[in-house]
């Protein structure tokens, strides 16, 4: 097979060709590793002018029309000329494989050194074909389904050009008022850790030699999720402790993935914004972690600086940026514009330009771009695969797994077949845009299957639909704030009518799609406008009710929990959410689900998260009021992280210890007994947690260390089994290292973070 080189001057061909002319440039190493993409970076950087090499740094928004004339003046202008001259090394929100290789064309064939450009873009939950939400997926606990719903969505969006996705966050938040706890995979870090690995393999696959694998990029290095108060782009204040064993876990497993690219975060951490902090991103992620991709910035956080008070203009965020370890500048154009006087200046060493210039070529070579720069750019392919029937299948099992059962009093579910008149009530139940959720790519307004269409497909009852109320006053706009109905009660009497002589009433409340996301930050976090309004006005005339809950935030639920006999939380199930909410109230998918957010009792509770320290007055006694509670709510959430029922029973029992004492490399192992009670086949989640009960520095009072999805028939009993190791009881210490310290310890198995079933062993070294 021949190599194939486009329009490279032969010094320029020489460099960049292995030894083995046969050999493919893309590779299944981890970026980290030292590869022949190493080599050939080195060569092609040698060739490379201070200029050339900062172009790469240098990723612009896609600025003009390709398939119209190039543009003549203004920043569209000098943006076109930049990437004529190579200065340019990546572009996102370019769509569509023509308007890719019409730009691509450009960058190799125009540019001096014909290097070709990276094309990112948010793919978070699919490109076009919508999984849930990362946070609805997180509730399915299946990792491999979670993979899966990756790769789905890196084929879609590789078949349209893109080459590159900024996903996975995996930001830790234990607070539901920061809007973008929908895009990560909530409070817990080994969980976190789990589905941020998979969502990696998920992506990249084991390698690029086919474009139907992408990039991931890891994102917000580092601690967004803990803005203060839940208020979007805010200032981080947290401890080492924190930092270490909540926050990086989960950056950290995926650089364990392989992943090739990281993105930093929009907020601060000890007085410094994180797009120029050294510690995080020189000695922490490159240093201590031994990452080789790159780190590209959030959309303009280089000149945020200004705005954050460490920089004074752009040319000193440019400089605070580079020293920092950031190697691309997204949208700020502070790079291109200032780092070469920088360098020149000697406030900026050239070796960290160098460094920054060769991680974006390495990955550029790992792609196969340099084989092929059109590699992601078939139209034949883009016509066959976007839209696909495989990935709708696909995207209708993780809906299915994603789905939590809240409640189900006197088994009011899965609703009857036949033989009954169900009035299913609210304007989420005939939406098809707001079940796409929040960063819904490519994805076409109204596209979802809605809740009435997928309960239509069930012919054999009467099914009666009412509005209600409407939620949003006029359509909701991305980058807009939603307007949200607190007037307008019409439809209220209409939907009770319906309601009153229904055998079975199925109301849809929750939030509209953009009411989450990035900038969504709520304090209130009822069911929005007139909604409770209505549940209560329905709840008079039948109590009969099925809450489906649509959102992408825990939301309070207190009110539904005391009166409404079944709770269903659905949040936001991408293209094919009703048809998977149809299914799982008919009984045709046993839901098995669990949160992986606590649901909090009030706003006031938050930050609230089940891996909480203990404090030094963790209970009260008689009527003291001198212990750790509120005066006006109880400290506990209404629904426990790891929390999710079926319409299976699981009945647990008879824990035990291989040994109780764990010592050096040895391992325990722990099992108890599961039985399904219950009527119906059915799969429980089930959940190991630790607690080391004394450290040199405190503890929380337990830890998910392990889970398993065991399948349960009726009337079954399987025993399960965890081994526990010195790894799992290692923590970063006041001693400032990972270790694993002796002493006491309590393991709990069950099924949620309350496990009430526990056995003791010591740890010795």
Same mark, same amino acid.
Request: charged share 25%.
């Given at each position: 097979?021949?190599?194939?080189?486009?329009?490279?001057?032969?010094?320029?061909?020489?460099?960049?060709?292995?030894?083995?002319?046969?050999?493919?440039?893309?590779?299944?190493?981890?970026?980290?590793?030292?590869?022949?993409?190493?080599?050939?970076?080195?060569?092609?950087?040698?060739?490379?002018?201070?200029?050339?090499?900062?172009?790469?740094?240098?990723?612009?928004?896609?600025?003009?029309?390709?398939?119209?004339?190039?543009?003549?003046?203004?920043?569209?202008?000098?943006?076109?000329?930049?990437?004529?001259?190579?200065?340019?090394?990546?572009?996102?929100?370019?769509?569509?494989?023509?308007?890719?290789?019409?730009?691509?064309?450009?960058?190799?064939?125009?540019?001096?050194?014909?290097?070709?450009?990276?094309?990112?873009?948010?793919?978070?939950?699919?490109?076009?074909?919508?999984?849930?939400?990362?946070?609805?997926?997180?509730?399915?606990?299946?990792?491999?389904?979670?993979?899966?719903?990756?790769?789905?969505?890196?084929?879609?969006?590789?078949?349209?050009?893109?080459?590159?996705?900024?996903?996975?966050?995996?930001?830790?938040?234990?607070?539901?008022?920061?809007?973008?706890?929908?895009?990560?995979?909530?409070?817990?870090?080994?969980?976190?850790?789990?589905?941020?690995?998979?969502?990696?393999?998920?992506?990249?696959?084991?390698?690029?030699?086919?474009?139907?694998?992408?990039?991931?990029?890891?994102?917000?290095?580092?601690?967004?999720?803990?803005?203060?108060?839940?208020?979007?782009?805010?200032?981080?204040?947290?401890?080492?402790?924190?930092?270490?064993?909540?926050?990086?876990?989960?950056?950290?497993?995926?650089?364990?993935?392989?992943?090739?690219?990281?993105?930093?975060?929009?907020?601060?951490?000890?007085?410094?914004?994180?797009?120029?902090?050294?510690?995080?991103?020189?000695?922490?992620?490159?240093?201590?972690?031994?990452?080789?991709?790159?780190?590209?910035?959030?959309?303009?956080?280089?000149?945020?600086?200004?705005?954050?008070?460490?920089?004074?203009?752009?040319?000193?965020?440019?400089?605070?940026?580079?020293?920092?370890?950031?190697?691309?500048?997204?949208?700020?154009?502070?790079?291109?514009?200032?780092?070469?006087?920088?360098?020149?200046?000697?406030?900026?060493?050239?070796?960290?330009?160098?460094?920054?210039?060769?991680?974006?070529?390495?990955?550029?070579?790992?792609?196969?771009?340099?084989?092929?720069?059109?590699?992601?750019?078939?139209?034949?392919?883009?016509?066959?695969?976007?839209?696909?029937?495989?990935?709708?299948?696909?995207?209708?099992?993780?809906?299915?797994?994603?789905?939590?059962?809240?409640?189900?009093?006197?088994?009011?579910?899965?609703?009857?077949?036949?033989?009954?008149?169900?009035?299913?009530?609210?304007?989420?139940?005939?939406?098809?845009?707001?079940?796409?959720?929040?960063?819904?790519?490519?994805?076409?307004?109204?596209?979802?299957?809605?809740?009435?269409?997928?309960?239509?497909?069930?012919?054999?009852?009467?099914?009666?639909?009412?509005?209600?109320?409407?939620?949003?006053?006029?359509?909701?706009?991305?980058?807009?704030?939603?307007?949200?109905?607190?007037?307008?009660?019409?439809?209220?009497?209409?939907?009770?009518?319906?309601?009153?002589?229904?055998?079975?009433?199925?109301?849809?409340?929750?939030?509209?799609?953009?009411?989450?996301?990035?900038?969504?930050?709520?304090?209130?976090?009822?069911?929005?406008?007139?909604?409770?309004?209505?549940?209560?006005?329905?709840?008079?005339?039948?109590?009969?009710?099925?809450?489906?809950?649509?959102?992408?935030?825990?939301?309070?639920?207190?009110?539904?929990?005391?009166?409404?006999?079944?709770?269903?939380?659905?949040?936001?199930?991408?293209?094919?959410?009703?048809?998977?909410?149809?299914?799982?109230?008919?009984?045709?998918?046993?839901?098995?689900?669990?949160?992986?957010?606590?649901?909090?009792?009030?706003?006031?509770?938050?930050?609230? $998260? @089940?891996?909480?320290? &203990?404090?030094?007055?963790?209970?009260? /006694?008689?009527?003291? +009021? *001198?212990?750790?509670?509120?005066? !006006?709510?109880?400290?506990?959430?209404?629904?426990?992280?790891?929390?999710?029922?079926?319409?299976?029973?699981?009945?647990?029992?008879?824990?035990?210890?291989?040994?109780?004492?764990?010592?050096?490399?040895?391992?325990?192992?722990?099992?108890?007994?599961?039985?399904?009670?219950?009527?119906?086949?059915?799969?429980?989640?089930?959940?190991?947690?630790?607690?080391?009960?004394?450290?040199?520095?405190?503890?929380?009072?337990?830890?998910?260390?392990?889970?398993?999805?065991?399948?349960?028939?009726?009337?079954?009993?399987?025993?399960?089994?965890?081994?526990?190791?010195?790894?799992?009881?290692? $923590? @970063?210490?006041?001693? &400032?290292?990972?270790?694993?310290?002796? /002493?006491?310890?309590? +393991? *709990?198995?069950?099924?949620?973070? !309350?496990?009430?079933?526990?056995?003791?062993?010591?740890?010795?070294?």
């Amino acid at each position: 097979m021949k190599r194939r080189i486009l329009m490279l001057p032969q010094a320029i061909a020489i460099a960049v060709l292995w030894s083995c002319s046969t050999q493919k440039t893309a590779i299944s190493q981890p970026i980290s590793a030292s590869t022949e993409v190493d080599r050939k970076a080195d060569s092609l950087l040698r060739l490379m002018t201070l200029e050339e090499k900062i172009g790469q740094m240098n990723q612009y928004n896609g600025f003009w029309e390709v398939t119209g004339p190039a543009p003549k003046d203004g920043a569209a202008a000098i943006k076109y000329e930049h990437l004529k001259k190579g200065w340019v090394g990546s572009m996102l929100n370019v769509l569509g494989t023509k308007d890719v290789r019409a730009l691509q064309k450009i960058a190799v064939e125009e540019s001096r050194l014909h290097i070709p450009v990276i094309f990112g873009y948010d793919v978070i939950h699919g490109y076009q074909t919508l999984s849930p939400i990362p946070l609805a997926e997180s509730a399915s606990w299946d990792l491999d389904a979670i993979q899966k719903s990756a790769s789905i969505a890196a084929e879609e969006a590789a078949a349209v050009g893109i080459n590159w996705t900024f996903a996975p966050m995996v930001d830790i938040t234990r607070d539901a008022r920061w809007g973008r706890v929908m895009e990560g995979a909530g409070e817990d870090p080994y969980l976190g850790s789990k589905i941020a690995y998979a969502r990696v393999k998920g992506f990249q696959g084991d390698n690029f030699k086919n474009a139907k694998t992408i990039v991931a990029c890891t994102k917000h290095f580092a601690a967004y999720g803990f803005a203060e108060a839940g208020r979007d782009y805010n200032t981080v204040d947290i401890g080492t402790e924190t930092l270490y064993n909540v926050v990086f876990p989960p950056f950290k497993a995926t650089v364990d993935a392989g992943v090739y690219t990281f993105m930093n975060s929009f907020n601060e951490i000890n007085g410094i914004p994180s797009t120029g902090s050294a510690f995080l991103q020189r000695d922490v992620l490159k240093g201590d972690w031994g990452f080789g991709g790159f780190v590209v910035s959030d959309w303009g956080s280089m000149g945020e600086m200004i705005a954050h008070g460490q920089a004074r203009d752009g040319k000193e965020a440019a400089e605070i940026a580079a020293n920092g370890g950031s190697d691309m500048d997204m949208e700020s154009s502070v790079y291109v514009e200032h780092l070469a006087a920088l360098v020149r200046e000697g406030k900026v060493r050239e070796s960290y330009i160098d460094d920054a210039a060769r991680r974006i070529l390495k990955v550029k070579f790992a792609l196969g771009l340099f084989d092929d720069p059109y590699k992601y750019c078939n139209e034949a392919n883009e016509k066959a695969t976007v839209g696909k029937k495989e990935f709708h299948d696909g995207v209708l099992d993780m809906a299915k797994k994603s789905i939590v059962l809240l409640k189900n009093q006197n088994d009011l579910l899965p609703l009857k077949k036949s033989g009954q008149k169900i009035a299913l009530i609210g304007a989420l139940a005939n939406d098809k845009s707001s079940p796409l959720g929040s960063w819904r790519g490519a994805a076409k307004d109204g596209s979802a299957v809605s809740v009435l269409e997928g309960m239509q497909k069930y012919t054999g009852n009467r099914l009666v639909f009412e509005k209600g109320v409407d939620l949003a006053m006029g359509t909701p706009v991305f980058g807009s704030e939603t307007k949200i109905n607190m007037t307008d009660r019409t439809g209220i009497e209409q939907a009770v009518s319906a309601a009153k002589d229904a055998d079975v009433v199925v109301i849809v409340l929750g939030e509209i799609g953009f009411q989450t996301g990035e900038g969504r930050s709520r304090v209130n976090l009822e069911l929005p406008g007139l909604q409770q309004e209505l549940l209560e006005a329905v709840y008079q005339v039948n109590k009969n009710i099925v809450l489906v809950v649509n959102n992408g935030r825990p939301l309070l639920l207190n009110w539904a929990d005391a009166h409404v006999p079944a709770i269903v939380e659905a949040w936001q199930l991408g293209t094919q959410s009703g048809n998977a909410i149809a299914q799982v109230l008919y009984g045709d998918y046993n839901p098995s689900g669990k949160l992986p957010m606590s649901f909090p009792r009030s706003v006031g509770q938050l930050p609230l $998260y @089940y891996n909480h320290k &203990n404090t030094g007055r963790p209970g009260g /006694g008689g009527e003291s +009021v *001198f212990w750790s509670h509120y005066g !006006d709510e109880k400290n506990t959430p209404l629904y426990p992280f790891g929390y999710g029922l079926g319409y299976s029973k699981f009945e647990y029992s008879n824990i035990r210890l291989s040994k109780n004492v764990l010592s050096g490399n040895d391992k325990i192992t722990v099992s108890a007994d599961v039985k399904n009670i219950g009527k119906m086949d059915g799969k429980e989640v089930v959940q190991m947690y630790l607690r080391d009960l004394f450290g040199s520095s405190t503890r929380p009072v337990r830890e998910l260390k392990g889970f398993e999805m065991v399948p349960l028939k009726s009337g079954e009993m399987k025993t399960v089994s965890f081994d526990i190791d010195k790894k799992q009881l290692e $923590y @970063y210490t006041r001693n &400032n290292r990972w270790e694993a310290e002796p /002493g006491d310890f309590k +393991v *709990f198995i069950g099924g949620n973070s !309350d496990a009430t079933l526990q056995a003791d062993f010591k740890y010795v070294n």
